[in-house]
């Protein structure tokens, strides 16, 4: 059974920064790209940074770029994502997604499994 478990997510003021991570289990992490999505309240899902699965090639939303980092451990099956310069409008509920191998990158509909999401709050 494909698991995917966030943490790390919080209450932290504007221009702090937060880890995110991402454990996953049953199936072959090292063989699938995977990416993090976040859904800020009342909107629709956004895609904000994917990376490979040799971890070598990384992408991010403009909205994100500069600011946030994807990384992964294949070794020890977890995803990351290190935010720094947070702003108000971070503020969403995060999720890691698995993709499926085919399709846009930065489309949500191109992920098949998804964790439970760990909230990000960003306030003063």
């Known amino acids: 059974e494909v698991q995917l478990v966030e943490s790390g997510g919080g209450l932290v003021q504007p221009g702090g920064s937060l880890r995110l991570s991402c454990a996953a289990s049953?199936?072959?992490?090292?063989?699938?790209?995977m990416s993090w999505v976040r859904q800020a309240p009342g909107k629709g899902l956004e895609w904000v940074s994917g990376?490979?699965?040799?971890?070598?090639?990384?992408s991010y939303a403009d909205s994100v770029k500069g600011r946030f980092t994807i990384s992964r451990d294949n070794a020890k099956n977890t995803l990351y994502l290190q935010m720094n310069s947070l702003k108000p409008e971070d503020t969403a509920v995060y999720y890691c997604?698995?993709?499926?191998?085919?399709?846009?990158?930065?489309?949500?509909?191109?992920?098949?499994?998804w964790g439970q999401g760990t909230q990000v709050t960003v306030s003063s």
């Open positions: 997604a698995k993709y499926k191998g085919f399709g846009y990158y930065s489309d949500p509909n191109n992920y098949d499994y």
């Open positions: 990376i490979n699965s040799g971890g070598g090639s990384t």
């Open positions: 049953g199936f072959t992490f090292s063989s699938y790209a």
